[in-house]
């Protein structure tokens, strides 16, 4: 069973300061997902990284893919209140349609 | 936008009946997947279907769950006899034409079950 650690599992902070958040694995990954989540709703995806080594900027968020595609992180500049949520990474290890999500790190960022 | 939609939002049920969640997908996707999380654990993947057939399923989805796209735009997961264990958050979610490595999952809000 493949497994992805996400670290820290919360984490709060004050408006516009930075923060990263990891996703780690044992495994390799053909692509690699971050989504954000609100209470009562479902996911969202956020981004997809495929190469190893690739980073991905969103506005304020740049996600980077590692060289060897075991992990990723997700680093969130100048955070803002609105970016409080948990955040959840999730893989997939083949062409198929299977992910294998992480634990999310709940993020609140007070003003 | 187009939307994954999910009824019921909360299903309540006595242990040992029937249920079936229902979800419809966006309409021109063709891959289609249910997953759950259990309170304060993680989003589970139960099932992949596509083409009118389950194309992967994990170990939690065994021969109490069954999924069926009865009709163009309904894609359902039934549960013949529920366990207290079961009680979760259902998520329905479908991706597009291509593989999901570049045609992203778009997740419904859920179904809340609870087993008691």
């Known amino acids: 069973t493949q497994l992805l650690e996400q670290s820290p599992q919360f984490l709060s902070i004050q408006e516009g300061e930075n923060l990263t958040v990891y996703c780690n694995s044992s495994s390799v990954f053909s692509s690699l997902q971050w989504y954000r989540q609100e209470p009562g709703e479902g996911p969202v995806l956020l981004v997809t990284?495929?190469?190893?080594?690739e980073v991905k900027k969103l506005k304020r968020l740049t996600f980077q893919f590692g060289d060897a595609r075991k992990d990723s992180s997700l680093h969130i500049t100048a955070a803002q209140p609105g970016d409080t949520g948990l955040y959840l990474c999730a893989a997939s290890n083949n062409a198929g349609n299977m992910l294998t999500f992480g634990g999310g790190t709940r993020l609140m960022v007070k003003p | 936008e187009p939307e994954v939609t999910q009824t019921p939002s909360h299903q309540v049920t006595q242990m040992g009946q029937e249920v079936i969640l229902r979800c419809v997908p966006i309409?021109?996707?063709?891959?289609f997947y249910w997953y759950r999380q259990i309170l304060g654990q993680k989003v589970e993947f139960l099932v992949s279907?596509?083409?009118?057939?389950?194309?992967?399923k994990s170990e939690i989805f065994d021969d109490q769950f069954s999924v069926e796209r009865p009709d163009g735009s309904n894609f359902t997961l039934k549960i013949r006899s529920t366990k207290l264990e079961d009680s979760a958050m259902y998520f329905c979610?479908?991706?597009?034409?291509?593989?999901?490595?570049?045609?992203?999952?778009?997740f419904g809000n859920g179904t809340r079950l609870t087993v008691t």
């Open positions: 990284v495929v190469t190893g080594g």
């Open positions: 309409s021109n996707h063709l891959y």
């Open positions: 279907f596509y083409n009118n057939e389950i194309s992967e």
């Open positions: 979610a479908s991706s597009g034409p291509r593989s999901q490595v570049t045609s992203p999952l778009h």
